[in-house]
């Protein structure tokens, strides 16, 4: 497709700057992911490289390196049995190791801009190579934060704003290539309602995002047996002694939210985070945010939404988790409380770099008159989820709360 640029920005004496259209967050996928870590000393058989386990994203990023398009995430049952006291003998009465594990899948994405022709590149004074180079680093950013997303979610829903979406709904052909990996509906016992829902088709205009939402949340996570793992943000010398999560809610969400809470109990929850983020600096404390009984609420711009009449994917309270569909009454948002190693993300290597993880490619094609930019990288995500010792699969670090909106 050729380059389109409006008469009035062609070449003039005087010429604004050149501006790339930017999405209106910082990376939702680096702000979630921690700093790299590689295996301990002696233990390079296990052959890969992975972040800090302590952020709600995992990535295995030395799959540069070996063949294959799977990794294999594995995690260690607790152990349970009660001890053996005073000279009662050991022998027979010892634990085994259980594990239980999460298989992601990787593929090649693939994107290009045209960069014009060379009248094209003479009528306009900036250059287009390198604008189209900047448009594609953002684009790359804008598609895997809404591909992490929807994993994140569990769920595409049906909003769809063809300015600001690049991935489909889920009908489109296109849709399962684009996610790699299947999207995992949350398991029953990590699914929340607003209000005094028990369900989706059960929540009403009246079930919105409030501070009773986040106190049910909270309860349920000091009330489980396996509770998601909290987060241990870099730095964060409070980590252990003050447990902390963070749950991000919708535009709509926060409205309702703000609408809902009284100034005083508003302004105590900005000042919390103030106080829990001093001594170190992470931007997932950047911008609006609210901590409440540890719980850090922080808005973004991204929504899965379904309108009134849509159907919404459930999963029953069975070892199989047996998905079925339920009808919104109302518009319903979702909002997640991520802990940590909530979603995996996996590199592989590309053909054209020589192993590295990500390629920018430019090409003269029509005979030298005109020039196209590439990007392509290997990559997949995937919401981590292990089954239990007595066989229930559970989602690992993340819970959902599906809410009515106004």
């Not at 995992?58 to 594995?74: A, I, N």
């Amino acid at each position: 497709m050729p380059v389109n640029i409006p008469e009035g920005s062609k070449q003039k004496l005087f010429n604004a700057a050149l501006f790339a259209a930017i999405i209106r967050e910082p990376s939702f996928l680096n702000m979630l992911t921690g700093a790299a870590k590689k295996a301990p000393k002696g233990m390079k058989e296990i052959g890969r490289e992975q972040t800090d386990a302590g952020s709600p994203v995992v990535r295995v990023s030395d799959l540069s390196k070996s063949q294959g398009k799977e990794v294999t995430v594995d995690i260690i049952h607790r152990l349970t049995k009660e001890p053996t006291m005073g000279d009662t003998r050991l022998a027979g009465r010892g634990d085994n190791l259980t594990f239980a594990n999460d298989t992601l899948k990787i593929d090649q994405y693939r994107h290009m801009v045209d960069d014009g022709g060379a009248m094209t590149q003479q009528e306009i004074a900036h250059n287009l190579t390198e604008a189209g180079r900047q448009s594609l680093m953002v684009y790359y950013k804008q598609l895997m934060d809404e591909v992490a997303f929807y994993h994140f979610c569990g769920a595409r829903g049906t909003a769809f704003d063809p300015n600001y979406n690049i991935v489909p709904l889920e009908a489109a052909k296109s849709f399962a290539k684009i996610m790699v990996n299947e999207l995992v509906v949350p398991n029953y016992d990590s699914k929340f309602y607003g209000g005094d829902a028990t369900s989706v088709d059960q929540l009403d205009s009246a079930d919105l995002f409030s501070l009773e939402s986040v106190d049910n949340m909270w309860l349920h996570l000091q009330e489980m047996a396996n509770p998601i793992p909290y987060i241990r943000l870099t730095g964060d010398k409070q980590a252990d002694e003050s447990p902390m999560y963070v749950q991000f809610v919708t535009p709509r969400q926060w409205n309702d939210f703000q609408t809902s809470a009284s100034a005083k109990d508003w302004n105590q929850m900005i000042a919390n985070a103030q106080k829990r983020s001093s001594g170190f600096n992470h931007q997932v404390f950047k911008g609006d945010c609210l901590m409440y009984r540890n719980i850090l609420v922080k808005p973004m711009n991204r929504r899965v939404r379904w309108n009134a009449g849509d159907n919404v994917d459930v999963a029953a309270n069975d070892k199989a988790g047996t998905v079925s569909q339920q009808t919104a009454a109302v518009p319903v948002e979702r909002s997640i409380l991520v802990g940590a190693q909530a979603v995996a993300s996996a590199y592989g290597k590309t053909k054209q770099s020589n192993g590295r993880q990500f390629n920018i490619n430019k090409e003269m094609v029509d005979h030298d008159n005109a020039c196209e930019t590439s990007i392509n990288w290997v990559q997949g995500l995937k919401k981590l989820s292990f089954e239990d010792s007595l066989g229930y699969r559970r989602d690992h670090g993340i819970l959902t709360l599906d809410t009515a909106v106004k």
